[in-house]
């Protein structure tokens, strides 16, 4: 899947693999798999990708409107799950990336923000700087509709 930045430059592409629905983390694969919450209104997020090669979690919200609350802690409630269940796991690279219509992706705002602080163990997510470690992503071909 091709996303895009606010840039509009080149396309970053998302590799394809496995997608497992999931209510307790399951077993991880050493390459990637995406996982997607069993229930529809999980807080904070839609899917997960994670990369274990790569040590990489990625944590992705479909939004279609103007703006989008932002919890960081449910983010981090996760990845406290995922640290007991994969103790040897050690993530370099937290993403959180918001995916919205490419109309909408140079004024989407994420407000308001609650838990700053909680990712602060990872880097590049300084407390009261989370808003600015957030990717705003547009996927290709999409208007928003369904």
Known sequence: MK???RSNAEPVIWSKCKVEEFDKIPTLPEDGIWLKPQKW???????????????LVRFVQVANGDSQVFKIEYFSQFLQQLLHHEPSFDIQT???????????ISSFQLTPVTGQGSLSAYPGWE???ERDSVK???MERWDGTC
């Open 127 to 129: 407390q009261g700087d």
């Open 41 to 55: 209104n999980a807080g904070g997020y839609d899917a997960i990708f994670i990369n274990k090669k790569e040590k």
């Open 94 to 104: 937290l993403e959180i990336v918001f995916l919205v219509p490419e109309t909408k």
């Open 3 to 5: 996303v895009w930045d």
């Open 136 to 138: 705003i992503l547009s």
